[in-house]
């Protein structure tokens, strides 16, 4: 692969039968066979929050499991559970943590 390539993933999540928010499949054959979510290093869960006195809505990234998601990212590559929704932030991180 060339090292200047990024290949992201856009998904839809959906919660599991233990609850859990996970990456949508197409069913419970491809989820009995593969664990989706286990193939990726880097799992970030989009997440909007509205300020109710200002009525600003924020866009932001989980980059941490909140313990109800298979949010993840490798430990030191962000340090805040939320990140702004910038992919180009989010490529820049990545290779910063990668390349030192």
């Not at 692969?1 to 990024?6: D, G, I």
């Not at 880097?42 to 509205?50: A, M």
């Amino acid at each position: 692969m060339r090292r200047n390539l990024n290949i992201i993933c856009v998904n839809h999540a959906e919660k599991g039968d233990d609850g859990m928010l996970k990456l949508k499949t197409a069913g419970k054959l491809l989820d009995n066979s593969v664990y989706l979510d286990g193939l990726f290093t880097f799992i970030l869960y989009s997440v909007v929050e509205k300020d109710f006195k200002s009525g600003k809505i924020e866009y932001k990234f989980r980059t941490k499991s909140d313990g109800q998601s298979t949010c993840k990212t490798p430990a030191g590559c962000f340090d805040d559970e939320f990140i702004p929704n910038d992919m180009g932030y989010v490529v820049d991180k990545i290779k910063e943590y990668y390349e030192g």
